[in-house]
């Protein structure tokens, strides 16, 4: 058509193609051959490098927690348990939008705004990414089922069960059990962050914290096969964890029971310990609270009432209330009066039911009126005469007073496996001088000698004290734990901790049959004619010994909203009362107090009576079984 | 163009299978191509099973593809090559009205608008149909012409790719744009364009990139480039997929971890396992020797292909045919090139393994046309 155009020549086209055509199969050859170089050099030459990689992707090393150890009573009653509870968490990385998740589970299952709060909290604390944080977890059967159902919309969501420590008792023994709760970052910087690579919960207090490092046992790891949504698929090795061990309490439940029954909703404290052990048998302090609720978080409505509870329930009194003993600790001072020669039994006075110091106007006022006439030391244990231990304490002196009281154990910590329990105030010269930066006054010796002024003593101290009284003076120290069960490998090798190594030295008195004397005067407090517990040492089967006490309140902690009624409530005096039985051969050694209860023979000393019963009388099998 | 004689010479003996070859020339089948094409696509069924996470319905909803595919290569190998050729231009133009029309009212998913449905038609893709009807174009164009071409010529066959290339780009579907400028440009290499022009066309190519580089280019173009070559950058992004899939390739070693049996594509760290990604799937669970055995039998069917296009009986048909073979071999290079971390990661599936539709359809609609031209040939020809 064009004019200039040259004649098509089909040969020479097709010699060109052919040429072209050959040459592009030369070029595709080459092409193909280096593909294959590439593949070649992946899988032969880097072959070890990214099967590294592959087996990166899918092995997973997890850590297997632990089972926690149990507690049980001597008697094998489970006080504490593991219960498989279902949560619901989210994996922040997996989740393509966190707060639209939250949205979606808040849509599904019910969710408060602190739950939502608190998840926050714990997620900026995470220790590692791709850990799950809990955002609900007591999930109900039925919070379970619908969260299932809608699981393929909810990436990075998780519903898993964990086992979580439960107490079948609550109240009852959550002053000495304490609890555990979820680790804090405080927590995690003390612990081995091995050890604890996969525990969510740690004692927090009481005998769990005391015992944290033999209940929560040892970490054990296993490698797993995952996919690419962190999946497990299969466990391809493990290195076992070993389970925490057993712990078995001196407690008997029984026991216990008896002791918060008998407090009958009072305030107060109640510690028995078995003399001849020192294993404590029971040890109460009302009003008290549900463990299990912090366990997994205690949500915040439940904890401000708990806190700011005029009762003040999270108190623990048995160990850390601090009161003045009053005049429970009478028959010590009389043995040290007895000892040191100052009296000797047939030591008399008049009572007149005042005392004065020369060169002094106070009065020092017996608690009866008109005094208790004639008595000696024997009758002033028997009735709690005041006026006797005012004269006894100005001729003791202060430093005699300090040095036969720390004997005892009063105003020092004594228990072998508790670690929150407090001092009290064993006051002296030194004291004073360092506290008060005043001189000791002998009238402040007076108010020694009966239990009052500066002296402070917990109910497990007054426990403690009544045991070495009922053992005449042989020492064991108070504990919680009977017996810590043995791990299931030999190497399982734990160091048992201890607040306190070797025993104290046991009270020796010059003449032994002193002890006679004062026991003597303590079973008259229950079985004598003046004796100011008769009442409760009444139509026994069998014969007691105790010491009743009144302490003139300064309040362990005042209310602070003006409530007319329960401020005269309040304001009280406090009911003690310390004592063992059988007077013979000593069982149980209990001291009770009785917050605001008044007198120590009307409000302690039948709570006393009721321990005693039960346990001399009803429970008489562990006796045997030992 | 009524009148056709087959010049095809049987080979001596085996008198048993005259008969059904002459079956097969009738029907105007190539048995080499067909036998290599059952046997790939047999192949590709069993990887499928595999990277679909052993996924029976994948599995058959691809083999009907076959069997529809299939259909579409015979239908497409009854057509004279001379029908193609006058028809060339009118498809190319309807080509691409429809790629104008895929921009204006086109239906996608992910951000590109691929697909044209029009009423009384089943959807399809434009550019899927450019993949024959730019060959076809540039084969016609040059075939009137004096080869080997002039460079006005070049010029308008040059013309004649850009405006498919840029609508697709437009959509936006890079792998396919690709593809189909490289159809066009195999007719022009084919042709026989002289050496200095490719080396001229190069020249100006490769001083153009530092200048762009340099002068025009913005900071986030540039970033993205760097990443488009180098995806390792972001390992958790876009970097991901390669990694992956080179560690998958890499795992298999020499024989592979065995079917079924492959951990990166079995618990789904490899994505894309049963589409673009499936060569990763095979390397993995069969190893070099799996994917050595893979790459023969496509540089088969490349030579079986080019041996056609070699055979044809005019321009058109030796460019057409020559064309549509490399392009199918352009798929697998690159393709198997960015899954091993040699190219950037361009939407381009391994042909008539990874699991799609269209693509199936257009390669074997491609191997009908060869067939075409392989069993329609005159004695003028000749």
Known sequence: ?626 | MAHQEFVRQLEGGAHHFQSRRSLLFKLHIDPVLLVLLLILSSVGLFVLYSGSGESVAHVQKQAMRFVLAFVVMIVFAQLDPSVYRRWSPWLFALGLIALAAVLVVGTGAKGAQRWLQLPGLPRFQPSEFMKLAVPMMAAWYLSERYLPPRFKHVLGVLVLIFMPVVLVIKQPDLGTSLLIAASGIFVLLLAGISGKLVAGFIAVVGAAVPVMWMFVMRDYQKQRVLTLFNPEQDPLGSGWNIIQSKTAIGSGGMTGKGWLDGTQSQLDFLPESHTDFIIAVLAEEFGFIGVALLVLLYVLIVARGLYIAIKAPNSYGRMLAGSLTLTFFVYVFVNIGMVSGLLPVVGVPLPLVSYGGTSIVTLMAAFGVLMSIHTHKKMLGK
């Not at chain 1, 098509?8 to 070029?27: C, G, H, N, S, W």
């Open chain 1, 1 to 626: 058509m064009n004019a200039g155009r040259m004649l098509k020549d089909p040969i020479r086209e097709k010699q060109i193609f052919t040429f072209r055509a050959v040459l592009a199969m030369f070029f595709i050859l080459i092409m193909a051959a280096g593909l294959l170089t590439r593949i070649y050099y992946l899988q032969a030459v880097d072959f070890e490098h990214y099967t590294t990689l592959s087996d990166k992707n899918r092995m997973q090393l997890q850590s297997v927690v632990p089972t926690r150890g149990l507690i049980y009573d001597r008697n094998g009653v489970l006080l504490a348990d593991n219960q498989p509870v279902f949560s619901v968490s989210i994996v922040k990385e997996r989740s393509p939008d966190l707060e639209q998740t939250i949205a979606q589970i808040g849509s599904i299952i019910e969710l408060t705004d602190e739950q939502v709060k608190r998840f926050r909290k714990r997620l900026s604390n995470r220790r590692k990414p791709y850990e799950a944080v809990p955002l609900k977890s007591k999930l109900s059967e039925e919070e379970i089922a619908r969260l299932s159902v809608k699981r393929h919309i909810l990436p990075g969501v998780e519903v898993e069960a964990e086992l979580v420590r439960h107490y079948p008792l609550g109240e009852s023994m959550a002053h000495m059990l304490g609890y555990v709760g979820r680790i804090n970052i405080k927590e995690l910087k003390r612990v081995d962050p091995v050890n604890y690579s996969g525990t969510n919960y740690i004692g927090k207090l009481g005998v769990e914290k005391f015992y944290e490092d033999v209940l929560h046992g040892k970490v054990g790891h296993q490698t797993v096969e995952t996919n690419a949504r962190g999946r497990v698929l299969r466990v391809l090795g493990q290195e076992p964890s070993i389970p925490g061990r057993d712990i078995k309490l001196n407690i008997d439940v029984r026991l216990q029971q008896v002791a918060i029954d008998a407090m009958a909703g009072r305030r107060g404290a109640v510690v028995a310990i078995e003399p001849s052990t020192g294993g404590i048998l029971a040890l109460v302090s009302t009003p008290s609270f549900d463990p299990n609720l912090f366990v997994t978080g205690i949500d915040h409505k439940s904890y401000s009432a708990l806190r700011d509870s005029l009762d003040i329930p999270l108190f623990n009194r048995a160990l850390k209330g601090q009161y003045p003993p009053g005049s429970t600790i009478k028959p010590i001072v009389g043995l040290a009066g007895l000892d040191t020669g100052v009296i000797n039994r047939q030591t008399k006075m008049r009572d007149p039911g005042w005392y004065q110091l020369k060169n002094d106007e106070r009065f020092y006022r017996d608690w009866k009126k008109y005094g208790h006439g004639v008595v000696d030391l024997f009758d002033s244990i028997t009735q709690s005469c005041d006026t006797f231990f005012y004269d006894l304490a100005f001729k003791l002196g202060v430093d005699q007073m300090e040095s036969y009281l720390d004997r005892f154990g009063l105003g020092s910590r004594t228990a072998v496996d508790i670690s929150e329990d407090r001092k009290g105030l064993l006051p002296g010269r030194a004291w004073k001088r360092g506290a008060k930066g005043l001189a000791w006054y002998p009238g402040d010796s007076l108010n020694m000698g009966i239990g009052q002024g500066f002296m402070l003593a917990t109910p497990l101290q007054l426990a403690t004290a009544t045991a070495v009284l009922a053992n005449r003076g042989k020492w064991y120290r108070p504990r919680l734990a009977q017996e810590i069960y043995q791990g299931v490998s030999a190497d399982d090798i734990i160091e048992v901790p201890t607040m306190h190594d070797g025993t104290p030295d046991d009270v020796v008195i010059k003449n032994p049959d002193d002890w006679n004397y004062i026991l003597g005067a303590m079973k008259a407090v229950m079985h004598g004619k003046k004796g100011t517990a008769r009442g409760s040492g009444r139509r026994a089967a069998y014969k007691m010994a105790g010491k009743t006490g009144t302490a003139q309140v300064v309040g362990i902690k005042q209310g602070e909203e003006y409530d007319a009624e329960a401020l005269a409530e309040r304001h009280r005096d406090h009911a003690l009362f310390v004592g063992f039985a059988p007077y013979d051969s000593p069982k149980i050694a209990v001291a009770v107090i009785v917050e605001n209860g008044g007198g120590g023979s009307t409000a302690a000393a039948p709570v006393a009576r009721k321990v005693f019963d039960a346990w001399v009388l009803d429970f008489p099998e562990p006796e045997e079984a030992r």
